[in-house]
């Protein structure tokens, strides 16, 4: 690649003083000048003669497009058709017809219509020959269709011909004249016409019937689903949580229901804690508020987040309190890793470093203390240095790091002297133990370190 | 503009030529001076179709973005708007009409293009706020299959996946077999019909259906192709949740390809000219058509990354040595030749020039740890490596938020190579991801779940070993440089659909019949009539041209390995495909996903 390069940069060069005009035939947005899109810009900015239009224009001078030979399109060869009755051919036909010479006769006969077709005023059509003619985009009268036997055969015959446009017509026209409970009590055993229904009352926000619709249809699992879905369309946090409270009741799966329970749950915790700490913020007595201004409110957050925000804010609180990350981890039942790695991430953050200490020490029952991570030391490492923690910080946590090629690694990305330096002595590698040496600062205590590791380790040999 | 159409087996000129007419009538019916008010979503699709100029001749003076408000002032006596059926588009195009003011004269007439389809739906919304009457001529464009290159047709139909399996709107499928009828008016009718899927299966029967609903009627024309293959995308969900290894996949999978254009940072185009050096970067990102037409990147688009530095070294070391040779240019002759090649190779330096930075921006990303860490993942789970438990890097991933859909893609992708995860397993993903990212999105794990895609191991059997061997999808040594079977394109991993068209090819179904039926839907096959005289006589060593149509989007990938299987030497088939979007793992999981309104902040 870089030799390609090269190459390109090098040929600039050699452009540049054979001094011949740029051949580029687009804008610099990249449309070819001529496209729709770039047009579009083009005539609606024309009027603002900006430097962008005039360099466009230049370019439409020198474009390569000019110099195609223009599409033969003055005159159209639909006119020549016109005699016959356009109504005859169909749409297709005549453009297609156009093509060559030998138009007509090859292309037309696979697409000339059926001679039913002629009779466009007939008002006697099949409930097939009904569909048929809407989908063809032809408008008819649905009215005949007038006993429920007719109606239900015209569903069918659209839902055969699998065309969304005429399916949804034809339930508008049952919607209209049919009784509530018998369209719902069809629709029960005709699942796709179903779900164009619902897919039609949804777009155009007839929410009452769909809700009816839905709770109807509650043996239908989905559908429990679609009506859990309009919560989002609640602005209003108190109106969304009471929304919710009433779908914990809906017949969901036994994993959704817990799912959605929680939903609750946490959205009606997230409006105790909002009010409380916007409380707080204002009165402006808290001084972690005052150091870190909250950039957004917690309402409608990620459980993961709102975790994170509640070690930032309320780490140090019982766990009697709402707010408290153990009551938060208890009620959601929180993993011990999602919990460690949020409260670490949030902990380091705050530069807390007592506190991430805390994180992992384990006290046994004869009282020794024991560092252990649920998530790998390696892992905490990295979320320590990617929130600027101190080396001394780091070290601590780098030398607990298991494997030794992983510790080894971390350590001289992070600048672990002193972790490196005893891995190699525990290792004995007397030759990378020499060769670190000139990663340290000379003169420094690292240096003198090494240099005695060494001499120990000769005199240990001989 | 439209030369790269021509250049494959089948020429697609025809085809956009048949839409470009189509497009000149009904501006035509518009009499007089227009102005076109476009859904945007259309202009990608469009722009393959028709340039400004062709709008221009038929007297399309202004173009507008369609959006609330009032209109904007142009001095023109029609207004045509370019939509979509869609209802949020109707509201936006009622808010225009009613603005619109009455009092001024002459009066601007109103028309609707619908594309592809006029809906009812539609008409009746428009109806019911009072401003159906004000449109002139309501008229719908079939851009079923709108072609992309000399290979590819695509109906850029971004929803057609999520209304087929999880909405059951089998609408796209309608559309897609009238895109069929189309290319069969334009090249003839398809005598045999393959196919493997719930959604293949209606498709083939909507076809035989609309044939029969022109009886007594025969198409005359030489059949171009000889096999249709319908593939449904759920017959393989594996292939688009890896990440693709070739250059044009690896460019979509990171920047995204639209409508053949892509979006690149400006930084690595600055152009470096003297006189103007630093002068001022640009913020704008650089936007490039790639396609076939360029010569370099049709050489280079479906290798394996690993291979493209060598080519494009070898390239610049061509062009250098051209350029050098105007220095023994002596004669007069001799350097009128040179200068005659020099816009060509212009051309070929600037596009040299432009695929060298790519390959270095996808170098960058490709080199990262994190890039390196999801491949091997990826692969240990394709090749069927502790597919059963929790995956240590996924858990990883989750707790440093990465972002939502790179975890999905992962999940999905061990469910799939699971016959789905273990109860226990799945039930541990969804806790962490609602609890990390949101409980909302028990939506989008409910309909990937719909979808196939993330399920709980219901037969308790792994079915996968036996598909993964039975269709050799996990090559071990595979050879990037000069590949020698498709499983170079994912580094290992042999794309599920298209072994299926591979061994369709030779030695047929009949083969692998047992695999077939661990995998969904039915499989068939499906005879057209041919009158005698269009029968082919098969010239000895002519390929054989088969369509395969890819029902829920294809990947770049996937279409590097027919393209690859075209090229065999001794293959006897050459592809052309055809989708209802082109996907890539991560903007095929969003479409999946709900939309969830943005948070307020």
């Known amino acids: ?462 | 503009m439209a030369a790269h159409l021509s250049s494959g087996r089948v020429n697609l000129t025809a085809l956009r030529e048949a839409g470009r007419r189509e497009l000149r009538e009904f501006l035509d019916k518009c009499a007089g001076s227009k102005a076109i008010v476009w859904d945007e979503y259309l202009t990608g699709p469009f722009g393959l179709i028709a340039q400004y100029s062709l709008l221009k001749e038929h007297e399309v003076e202004k173009m507008f973005t369609l959006k609330p408000g009032r209109l904007p002032q142009a001095d023109v006596k029609n207004i045509i708007f370019f939509v979509r059926p869609r209802l949020e588009l109707m509201d936006i195009i009622t808010d225009n009409v009613l603005r619109e003011d009455r009092g001024r004269s002459p009066q601007r007439d109103f028309h609707i293009l619908f594309v592809p389809r006029r809906s009812l739906l539609c008409e009746q919304w428009l109806k019911e706020q009072g401003v159906l009457g004000s449109f002139i001529h309501r008229e719908q464009y079939s851009l079923d299959l709108i072609p992309f290159d000399g290979d590819l047709l695509s109906m850029e139909s971004e929803s057609a996946f999520k209304e087929c399996y999880l909405e059951s709107d089998q609408t796209s499928l309608y559309h897609a077999a009238k895109g069929l009828m189309t290319l069969q008016a334009l090249y003839g009718t398809i005598p045999q019909i393959f196919g493997k899927g719930e959604c293949a299966r209606h498709v083939a029967n909507m076809m035989i259906r609309m044939k029969r609903e022109f009886p007594g009627s025969q198409n005359s024309i030489f059949p171009v192709f000889d096999t249709l293959l319908l593939l449904d995308r759920n017959v393989d969900l594996l292939t688009p949740l890896a990440t693709q290894l070739t250059y044009e996949g690896l460019i979509d999978e990171i920047y995204g390809i639209q409508n053949t254009y892509v979006k690149l940072p400006p930084e690595k185009f600055a152009l470096k000219k003297q006189g103007e050096g630093g002068k001022d970067l640009p913020t704008e990102p650089k936007k490039l058509q790639l396609n076939s037409a360029e010569e370099l990147y049709a050489e280079i688009r479906d290798k394996n990354f690993n291979a493209v530095g060598s080519v494009l070294s070898k390239k610049a070391k061509i062009i250098s040595a051209a350029f050098e040779e105007r220095h023994h240019a002596k004669t007069v002759g001799e350097i009128k030749q040179f200068v005659s090649q020099l816009p060509h190779m212009q051309a070929a330096r600037s596009s040299l020039a432009n695929h060298t930075s790519i390959a270095e921006l996808i170098k960058d990303i490709t080199t990262s740890e994190d890039f390196f860490d999801n491949l091997t993942v990826e692969q240990e789970f394709m090749s069927g490596i502790d597919t059963d438990k929790v995956n240590n890097y996924i858990e990883d991933c989750i707790a440093q938020k990465h972002p939502l859909i790179k975890i999905l893609r992962l999940v999905c992708l061990q469910s799939v190579c699971n016959s789905g995860l273990k109860q226990k397993v799945l039930d541990h993903y969804k806790r962490e991801i609602l609890q990390t990212y949101g409980y909302e999105h028990i939506l989008t794990l409910n309909n990937l779940e719909k979808a196939g895609l993330l399920k709980p191991q219901t037969s308790g059997r792994n079915n996968y070993p036996t598909i993964r061997k039975t269709l050799r999808l996990w090559m071990d040594d595979v050879n990037e440089q000069n590949p020698n079977d498709i499983s170079y394109v994912y580094s290992g991993y042999a794309p599920l659909s298209v072994r299926l068209a591979q061994l369709l090819a030779r030695p047929g179904w009949r083969s692998i019949e047992e695999v077939l039926k661990m995998l969904p839907g039915p499989h068939f096959e499906e005879r057209q009539q041919l009158p005698t005289g269009l029968q082919k006589k098969r010239q000895h060593g002519e390929n054989r041209v088969t369509l395969v149509f890819f029902l829920g989007g294809v990947t770049y990938a996937e279409i590097a390995a027919l393209r690859f299987l075209s090229q065999m030497e001794d293959g006897g088939t050459e592809y052309v495909i055809a989708t209802t979007k082109l996907i890539n793992g991560t903007s095929w999981i969003k479409s999946l996903m709900e939309k969830l309104e943005p948070a307020p902040f």
Request: aromatic share 10%; with cysteine.
């Open chain 1, 1 to 462: 690649l870089k030799e390609s390069k090269r190459a390109v940069n090098s040929l600039r060069d050699i452009v540049d003083d054979d001094d011949d005009d740029d051949l580029e035939r687009v804008s610099w947005s990249g449309e070819p000048v001529g496209s729709i899109s770039w047009s579009i810009k083009e005539t609606t900015s024309s009027s603002t003669s900006s430097l962008e239009g005039r360099d466009s224009n230049l370019q439409k001078g020198s474009s390569s497009y000019a110099a195609f030979p223009k599409q033969v399109s003055s005159y159209s060869l639909s006119s020549l058709f016109k005699g016959e009755g356009p109504h005859v051919l169909s749409y297709l036909c005549l453009s297609l017809s156009a093509l060559s010479d030998t138009g007509v006769k090859n292309y037309a006969p696979e697409l000339r219509r059926p001679k039913a077709e002629y009779k466009d005023y007939s008002s006697d059509w099949s409930p097939k020959d009904t569909v048929r003619r809407m989908q063809r985009g032809k408008v008819c009268s649905l009215e005949r269709f007038r006993s429920l036997q007719d109606k239900l055969v015209l569903l069918d015959e659209a839902v055969a011909g699998h065309d969304g446009n005429v399916i949804t017509a034809v339930l508008i026209f049952l919607k209209r004249t049919l009784r509530r409970e018998i369209l719902f009590r069809e629709l029960e055993v005709r699942q796709v016409a179903l779900c164009h229904l619902i897919h039609f009352l949804k777009e155009s926000g007839e929410q009452k019937l769909l809700l009816d619709l839905l709770r109807l249809c509650f043996f239908f699992f989905s559908l429990q689903l679609s009506q859990y879905r309009e919560h989002l369309n609640i602005q209003d946090v108190e109106k969304r949580r009471e929304f919710l409270k009433g779908c914990i009741g809906l017949p969901f799966s036994a994993e959704d229901t817990s799912h959605i329970q929680d939903h609750y749950t946490l959205l009606e915790r997230q409006i105790i804690i909002e009010a409380s700490d916007r409380h707080l913020e204002m009165a402006g007595q808290s001084e972690i508020f005052q150091k870190y201004p909250r950039k957004a409110s917690i309402l409608n957050m990620p459980l993961v987040t709102t975790l994170f925000y509640s070690c930032f804010y309320h780490y140090t609180e019982a766990e009697g309190t709402f707010s408290s990350p153990t009551n938060l981890k208890k009620t959601f039942k929180i993993p011990d890793k999602q919990y460690v790695l949020t409260a670490l991430a949030a902990r380091a953050k705050l530069r807390a470093w007592d506190d991430v200490d805390a994180l992992f020490t384990t006290k046994n029952w004869l009282g020794y203390t024991k560092k252990k991570a649920p998530i790998g030391f390696h892992r905490v490492v990295e979320i320590l240095q990617r929130n600027n923690a101190p080396v001394q910080v780091l070290q601590e946590y780098v030398r607990l790091v298991e494997d030794v090629e992983t510790r080894l690694n971390l350590a001289t990305k992070y600048k672990c002297h002193d972790v490196v330096i005893e891995t190699y002595r525990d290792l004995k590698d007397r030759i990378q133990l020499t060769a670190y040496k000139c990663k340290v600062e000379r003169g420094s205590a690292d240096e003198e370190k090494i240099n005695s590791i060494l001499n120990n380790m000769v005199r240990n040999t001989y």
